[in-house]
């Protein structure tokens, strides 16, 4: 366990806020949930990526900086993405490496619809590095596993999807095409 207090609870004044400053509201998943059912996938997701952006941000301060995320070892940063989307009530992401393909899984994620948990990772990833990532939710039970690639790599993979293309598949195709590339 480690010994961080990015959110403190003023319970005198009724914030809570992170060490930055940046004030927070804590809520259902539920909200969530009900919003993707009644407004769409696509409200809901802005939301989830509003979310995402301020995790992002947590973990890029923790790290030192934008700089501090790009130069620190996949370890380290996995470690405070865990802590921060834990702290955040968004499960328990791991991540997997299969060649160059990042996948995110997240174990205990709070909210039905998978696709919310891929608009969280991608911006929080997004935002703690200072990239465009996109992610897309490889079909499965289980945790939610979030594949980060770029825009035309998601296109791709959601094209492979719509075909009945497995994930592990998706990701040996993804891998042959870097090989193919020279990446």
Known sequence: MMNAEP??????TGQVETDAGERLLLIPHSVLDELAETEGMQ??????RGIGASIGRRV???LGSIDGVRGASLEAFVTELALQMAISGWGSPSLERW??????????APVKERGLVAALVESTVGAAADREVHGV???GGGPVRVLLTSAKGAVQVRGWMAEGVSGGEIIARLHVAAIGAGE
């Open 137 to 139: 939710v490889l079909a």
């Open 7 to 12: 959110v403190r609870f003023d319970l005198a």
């Open 43 to 48: 409200t809901a997701s802005r939301l989830a």
């Open 60 to 62: 890029a301060g923790k």
């Open 99 to 108: 060649g160059k393909a990042m996948v995110v899984s997240v174990d205990h």
